[in-house]
């Protein structure tokens, strides 16, 4: 969550833009299997550097779910290629999302001109002269890249090495026995690979769980042309959870996918506990709540006016007597009104999404809370400048932000309480992402007084399950000791948010739920959206994208609404 990445990360959110990986019309003499430095110390010898004992990346998947981003600074990755005697001219053709700052074939400069982030569409063509390549043997290609962009979990990079004229024949998918590609205990275990191919080749298969440990690495010879091939993986022994399969196929040229399924996710069982005094520390943060005057105010805004409904902002009082706003949305009929409480994603203060509430339809009222730090409520309290959300205050158990943020959701309940258009029996609270961890905070603070709760992959969520899983968190939580002097380290911050995890809140929760999650997200695991929602005894749902990744490209923020306010309108 570090914040480098905050600005694009909200945009792409809010759009939805389905970022589909772009591939070559040509075959492709590169693997999506390259080598990675993030050591500046070694690029000093360019171009002659020694690589033996570089980490292994695929550029098939995230850089978040290999642990880099953009936090790392100057980078260095590096492949190679097979050249025939005799070859046609060669195109490079760079589609990454980062910035390419050199780019050397055989240790001789191909070209230093910097190529900034292409990865989201046609990629950028380089001619590799034949007077740098090598026939009959491995060549080498080495770039220098920085700035490694945050995707939400779908990759986007390929780099690509063909013959001018060239046309792509390789194919390779997976197919699952369902659309979600969830197994339950009945479904059969197994899924179907199907290639096409120029010539007789080999698929490597890599399944690996979302700990990123491998249950499954295969060679499998496969024919020239179209085959189908089932794989049965009944006897691996997989259990509940979260896997990851690759499948790379090469005849000469490469060709690759990545998929996700889940197997039985509600037996997952997470060992992580909630803190002894968990239910003391959060009585006393709304005791102090309580300590506060909430002072609620609220002014009619024309520009938020529809001829449907009235827009207001709302205004109220705080922990630490802070003020926080919101926008308050209130149908134009006469009775009284269900009410849905928006509460923000990271660094989010809802104006990409204001046109939807402001004509909206409908007998629901909405509250768009901007708690502390985002959107109208960033005035006073406003730390983006200086230092990512997360990180302040993170070795405080006193003065965590998140403690200060869960009181301020409680106090959008208070408001709604205190409204007497809205009926009070019927308050449902949503959220994706940060948003998704407040909205289960907030339903297991405020018990009865919540009917309904729609999330979507959750954060702060199982933190200690989190940092395993997208384990460039342990880099995040460095960077952010910078800011508090080192006052504590990483075993101390983990027990800070054993305080303020969202999953603690899951069992307190008295309303039906529903939980929506990307299989793709590399941000907010599944995982830690189901280490909530397995905790939770209330009626509860879940839905499952699995093509998607943390951007929610089948719009699971705008649906959150619709699913909260199905609970608050059923008979």
Not at 126 to 150: G, K, R
Not at 288 to 317: I, W
Request: aromatic share 12%.
């Amino acid at each position: 969550m570090n914040q480098l990445k905050t600005t694009s990360k909200l945009i792409l959110i809010i759009v939805s833009v389905v970022l589909a990986t772009t591939k070559s019309d040509a075959q492709n003499l590169l693997s999506p299997i390259w080598k990675i430095s993030t050591n500046n110390q070694e690029f000093a010898n360019v171009p002659v550097i020694k690589t033996a004992n570089w980490d292994e990346i695929n550029l098939s998947l995230s850089w978040e779910r290999q642990g880099y981003s953009g936090i790392d600074g100057d980078c260095a990755i590096t492949n190679s290629f097979f050249v025939k005697e005799n070859n046609p001219p060669l195109l490079l053709e760079l589609n990454l999302q980062c910035l390419v700052k050199a780019v050397y074939i055989n240790q001789q400069l191909l070209s230093d001109e910097e190529i900034n982030f292409s990865g989201r569409g046609k990629g950028t063509i380089l001619t590799i002269p034949n007077s740098m390549l090598q026939n009959n043997q491995e060549n080498q290609i080495l770039l220098f890249v920085s700035n490694l962009a945050y995707t939400g979990g779908l990759s986007n990079n390929t780099c690509s090495v063909y013959a001018e004229g060239d046309s792509q024949k390789q194919h390779v998918e997976i197919l699952f026995p369902t659309d979600n590609h969830l197994y339950l205990k009945d479904t059969r275990k197994s899924f179907t690979i199907k290639t096409d191919l120029s010539n007789n080749g080999a698929l490597n298969l890599m399944v690996k769980d979302d700990f990123h440990k491998t249950w499954i690495n295969k060679n499998i010879p496969v024919k020239k042309g179209a085959n189908e091939y089932v794989f049965d993986w009944s006897s691996y022994n997989l259990q509940p959870g979260f896997y990851e399969c690759v499948a790379i196929v090469d005849d000469g040229s490469f060709q690759n996918t990545v998929q996700w399924f889940t197997l039985q996710p509600e037996d997952i069982n997470c060992t992580n506990t909630t803190v002894n005094d968990f239910d003391g520390y959060w009585k006393e943060a709304l005791n102090e709540l309580k300590a506060v005057t909430p002072n609620f105010r609220m002014h009619k805004v024309d520009s938020l006016c529809s001829e449907t409904r009235n827009g207001y902002v709302v205004e109220m009082q705080s922990l630490d007597d802070l003020t926080i706003r919101g926008y308050y949305f209130v149908p134009k009929t006469g009775n009284k009104h269900p009410v849905v409480l928006h509460l923000p994603p990271y660094g989010f203060g809802f104006e990409f999404f204001m046109d939807n509430y402001i004509n909206r339809k409908g007998n629901t009222a909405e509250l768009a809370l901007c708690v502390r730090g985002h959107g109208i409520s960033a005035d006073v309290f406003n730390p983006w400048a200086e230092m990512p959300l997360w990180a302040v205050n993170i070795c405080s158990k006193k003065n965590n932000i998140y403690r200060s943020i869960y009181m301020d959701c409680v106090r959008g309940v208070d408001f709604l309480l205190n409204r007497p258009e809205i009926d009070h029996s019927k308050i449902g609270v949503d959220g994706g992402s940060q948003g998704g961890g407040l909205a289960l905070a907030t339903a297991g603070l405020c018990g009865s007084n919540i009917a309904a709760c729609a999330y979507f992959d959750p954060f702060p969520c199982d933190t200690r399950d989190q940092i395993k899983i997208r384990t460039m968190i342990k880099k995040e939580f460095k960077s952010f000791l910078q800011f508090t002097g080192n006052d504590c380290d990483t075993d101390q911050i983990l027990v800070v948010q054993d305080y303020v995890d969202s999953k603690g809140f899951a069992p307190k929760i008295k309303c039906p739920v529903y939980f929506a999650t990307s299989l793709f997200d590399d941000d907010c695991p599944s995982h830690c959206g189901f280490s909530a929602y397995n905790s939770i005894t209330t009626q509860k749902e879940f839905e499952i994208f699995p093509n998607d990744s943390h951007m929610g490209q089948s719009g699971q923020f705008l649906n959150l609404f619709y699913e909260a306010e199905k609970i608050l309108t059923a008979d």
